[in-house]
T-cell receptor
Framework: DAGVIQSPRHEVTEMGQEVTLRCKPI?????LFWYRQTMMRGLELLIY????????DSGMPEDRFSAKMPNASFSTLKIQPSEPRDSAVYFC?????????????FGQGTRLTVV | AQSVSQHNHHVILSEAASLELGCNYS??????LFWYVQYPGQHLQLLLK??????LVKGIKGFEAEFIKSKFSFNLRKPSVQWSDTAEYFC???????????FGAGTRLFVKA
């Protein structure tokens, strides 16, 4: 299994531009999570999906952030417009289900730099 | 609010020293507990997990952790660290209330060769 696949690995963009991060979860996993990691705030859960449906987006920082999961094998996290404070590493993770007795598997992350 | 506390932000050890990283959580009820490791520039990888049964769990690379329910703790241990253990270690908890995995702030371990 290829694991959780994220793209791009690195993204540098100018303030005000739209940024789209992509994630392909492990085949057969029906829960997907987006996390953001910064030095100041550590690892924050932004949103998670179960069976392609957003369950909890309380961690999404502002309306500039949106996430979709159109099918079981693809999710996007979009920032529009981007700001320098959005610079972080964004991780996607997936698990077999939302409940107990499952663990999350992480992708390699996308390092986003907004200048 | 639900939280996970890791006692040390930075730890520096010499090779062959013993390691113990503290982790406490604030949930009641049934929990799943995890330790993840993040090597420099890499993603998070699962070191070990506790779901049920024996509270002493063994993971990869010689790590182990002990779940003490009465203390709401899940401390990570390794009897003899190596330079290659230099990484950041995250404690994480999942409980029955919403199924989110909540991570602690992380502990950066530096092992001197």
């Amino acid at each position: 299994d290829a694991g959780v696949i994220q793209s791009p690995r690195h993204e540098v963009t100018e303030m005000g531009q739209e940024v789209t991060l992509r994630c392909k979860p492990i085949s057969g996993h029906n829960s997907l999570f987006w996390y953001r990691q910064t030095m100041m705030r550590g690892l924050e859960l932004l949103i998670y999906f179960n069976n392609n449906v957003p369950i909890d987006d309380s961690g999404m920082p502002e309306d500039r952030f949106s996430a979709k999961m159109p099918n079981a094998s693809f999710s996007t996290l979009k920032i529009q417009p981007s700001e320098p404070r959005d610079s972080a590493v964004y991780f996607c993770a997936s698990s077999l289900g939302p409940g107990l007795y499952t663990e999350a598997f992480f992708g390699q992350g996308t390092r986003l730099t907004v200048v | 609010a639900q939280s996970v506390s890791q006692h040390n932000h930075h730890v520096i050890l010499s090779e062959a020293a013993s390691l113990e990283l503290g982790c406490n959580y604030s949930y009641g009820g049934t929990v799943n507990l995890f330790w993840y490791v993040q090597y420099p520039g890499q993603h998070l990888q699962l070191l070990l997990k506790y779901f049920s049964g024996d509270p002493l769990v063994k993971g990869i690379k010689g790590f182990e952790a002990e779940f003490i329910k009465s203390k709401f703790s899940f401390n990570l241990r390794k009897p003899s660290v190596q330079w290659s253990d230099t990484a950041e270690y995250f404690c994480a908890v999942k409980n029955t209330g919403g199924f989110k995995t909540i991570f602690g702030a992380g502990t950066r371990l530096f092992v001197k060769a």
